[in-house]
């Protein structure tokens, strides 16, 4: 079994469905702060992923020294460089939407194994995504649908649900998109020999 730095959904009912025993712990760190600090050393997009996956995997294995600690973490940043966070609320869901909309961003999704407070070892990878050029119409009709569910998705929204109508195209593996780089993953733990070759 390996522990989950998260309380994510998202990712929980990925490891589930890949058959993948896990425990959730929340990491409790302060994201805003990591992030801050992260962006003020000039960290982009990827650096950003990787450190922020690091740190909740290497505090929750602090705690669990004896188990393999998985710690994820994904960034937003548009074709220009400008990164998103999660919404603030509503309207900021809005506000995030119209600025991505017409416009292709880069998720970039980094994962973390630790034991005993060290890492030993990480992926990252990226997915391009292209949104159409949706009305301000659908754009309400798809908060009115997606709110509060969308709340806690960095871009605000699921591609495994109707968000999946806000993209003309999506260059990349599905599972970076949903926030787990779940393949390699998954080569890693047989590597380690936790599932079966």
Known sequence: MIVLASKSAARRAMLTAAGVAHEAVAAGIDEDAAKAALVAEGADARRLADALAELKAVKISRRFPDALVLGCDQTLARDDGRLFDQPRDRADAAEQ??????RRHRLTTAAVLATGGVPTWRHVGVATLTMRDFSDAFLEDYLAAEWPAVSGCVGCYRLEGPGVQLFSRVDG?????????LLALLDQLRVLGLITK
Not at 97 to 102: Q, T
């Open 173 to 181: 593996d599905h599972f970076t998109v949903l926030g787990l780089p």
């Open 97 to 102: 939407l119209r600025a991505l909309r017409g």
